[in-house]
């Protein structure tokens, strides 16, 4: 489902990722822990699509990444690889009910197959009382649910999180999780980007990829290759 092969990416002189190597099976979740600025973000923003692939090879839902994609090649990735962005990219003049029923909308489903959707997914989320508030009129947690329900909503092949519970309290942290985790019963892979350490303690048997300095550091399987350090230092030094 998801197969990346000596990723590299850097801004000007600085490399954000180095020679990452990993892969994943349908129905498979990998946590990618590591600190602020390790790589995670670039790693998945390469993954769906928002930076071009620079070096090496990566393919994702059968579809594979290249160096430029047009905007109609990204919308045909969007439509099996979904999106939690940290930064939530809601609409806050829209209502919750309008930001969730919008991915549903513009791929053409019949009304009442959207508002069974948006429903569902709104009363697992704790959101079914706030349907028809403005997006802007939220807590920062509950726009982090409303940003988790839009990606939900779609039934995605793949679901990329970027730290999903950072504004959540714990309780609900660990209520998201397991909506997580009944996705990925039903075949949906995923990729969930976070510092907590916590969710990480609860979730021992998942796959687990840590970035240090854009390089993987530690991988528990045997489906992602560890950095090499001094090759790295010995190509900085090069370019």
Partial sequence: MIKVAHMSYSFGPLWALKDIT???????FLFLSGPSGAGKTTLLRTLYGALPLQ?????????????????????LLR????????????????????????ALEVRGLAPVHVERR????????????????????????????VAVARSFVVNPRVLLADEPTGN?????????????????AYGTTIIFATHSHELLRRHPT??????????????????AILARRA?????EMIL
Wanted: proline residues 3%; neutral net charge.
């Fill in 22 to 28: 990993f892969a994943l099976a349908k129905g498979e």
């Fill in 79 to 102: 439509r099996d690889v979904s999106v939690v962005f940290q930064d939530f990219k809601i609409l806050p003049d829209r209502t919750v009910w309008a930001n969730i029923a919008l």
């Fill in 206 to 223: 998942a796959r687990l990829l840590r970035l240090e300095d854009g390089m993987v550091t530690y991988a528990n399987w045997p489906g």
């Fill in 168 to 184: 959540l309290d714990p309780d609900l942290s660990l209520r998201l999780m397991d909506l997580f985790m009944q996705f990925q």
């Fill in 55 to 75: 070096r090496g090879e990566a393919r994702i839902a059968g579809f594979t990444l290249g160096s430029k994609l047009t905007p109609k090649q990204v919308a």
């Fill in 118 to 145: 948006v429903r569902a997914v709104a009363k697992a989320l704790g959101l079914d009382g706030r349907l028809h508030t403005l997006c802007g009129e939220l807590s920062g947690g509950e726009q982090q649910r």
């Fill in 231 to 235: 090759e790295h230092e010995e190509k």
